[in-house]
C-alpha cells in the first residue's frame, strides 16, 4: 500500500524567501511522484510530476522537485516566493502500473509582504 | 481548462435529498476518479473507473455509488444527503498508461442545508 505525508500542514514564508514543501512517501515499488497546486475555488493542476530519467525535475512558475529513493522523499522548492505562489499544494504518488494514485494531505503555503 | 467537465458548479440541496453530480472526461481518457473535498477531512478519494468498470474503491459511503457510461462520462450519486456531506466533488481523467497525469475538473460545490 501507498501513502504521503507532507509535514506541514501550513507553511508560511516571506516574499522572496526560499519555499521547501516537504513530502515522503511510502510505496513497495517503485512509485512515479506528482506535485498539484490548487489555487482558491479552483481545480487541482500539475505543477511537476516524476517518472523515471533525471531526479532533479522542474516544472511550472519556478517550482522544481528532487526525488531521493534513499529518503522516500520528493519535496518541492522554488528559490524565491512570490505573491501569486499563496495555494494548497498537494503531493501524490502512484505505482507504476497506474493504480491507485494517492494524495498527501495538503500544505497550505500563505506568502507574506 | 483541463478539458475535465463537471455540471453542476453549485448545488444546494436539502438533508434527506439525492442529487447526481456529472463529469465528462478529457477526450480519450478512460480513467475517471471521483474526490471529495472538505475542510475538515482534505482530498478523500471515492472511487475510480476505467473503461466502464469500478477499478478502484476509497471512501465511499454506501449512500454514494457511481458509474461510467459507454460514452465514457461519468456520474456521482448521493442520496440521503447529510450536513456532513457539503463538500466540493471533483472530478478527474487519466489517460491510459503508466506515469499519466491525472486531470481535475474544476468541481462541483455541493451545500447541503
Known amino acids: 500500500a501507498q501513502s504521503v505525508t507532507q509535514l506541514g500542514s501550513h507553511v508560511s514564508v516571506s516574499e522572496g524567501a526560499l519555499v521547501l514543501l516537504r513530502c515522503n512517501y511510502s510505496?513497495?515499488?517503485?512509485?512515479?511522484l506528482f506535485w498539484y497546486v490548487q489555487y482558491p475555488n479552483q481545480g487541482l493542476q500539475l505543477l511537476l510530476k516524476y517518472t523515471t530519467g533525471a531526479t532533479l525535475v522542474k516544472g511550472i512558475n519556478g517550482f522544481e522537485a528532487e526525488f531521493k529513493k534513499s529518503e522516500t522523499s520528493f519535496h518541492l522548492t522554488k528559490p524565491s516566493a512570490h505573491m501569486s505562489d499563496a495555494a494548497e499544494y498537494f503531493c501524490?504518488?502512484?505505482?507504476?502500473?497506474?493504480?491507485?494514485?494517492?494524495f498527501g494531505p495538503g500544505t497550505r503555503l500563505s506568502v507574506l509582504p | 481548462d483541463s478539458g475535465v467537465t463537471q455540471t453542476p458548479k453549485h448545488l444546494i440541496t436539502a438533508t434527506g435529498q439525492r442529487v447526481t453530480l456529472r463529469c465528462s472526461p478529457r477526450?480519450?481518457?478512460?480513467?475517471v476518479y471521483w474526490y471529495q473535498q472538505s475542510l475538515d477531512q482534505g482530498l478523500q478519494f471515492l472511487i475510480q473507473y476505467y473503461n466502464g468498470e469500478e477499478r478502484a474503491k476509497g471512501n465511499i459511503l454506501e449512500r454514494f455509488s457511481a458509474q461510467q457510461f459507454p460514452d465514457l462520462h461519468s456520474e456521482l450519486n448521493l442520496s440521503s444527503l447529510e450536513l456532513g456531506d457539503s463538500a466540493l466533488y471533483f472530478c478527474?481523467?487519466?489517460?491510459?498508461?503508466?506515469?499519466?497525469?491525472?486531470?481535475f475538473g474544476e468541481g462541483s460545490w455541493l451545500t447541503v442545508v
Open positions: 501524490a504518488v502512484t505505482p507504476a502500473n497506474g493504480q491507485n494514485f494517492v
Open positions: 510505496s513497495s515499488v517503485p512509485p512515479y
Open positions: 478527474a481523467s487519466r489517460p491510459t498508461g503508466a506515469g499519466n497525469t491525472i486531470y
Open positions: 477526450s480519450g481518457d478512460l480513467s
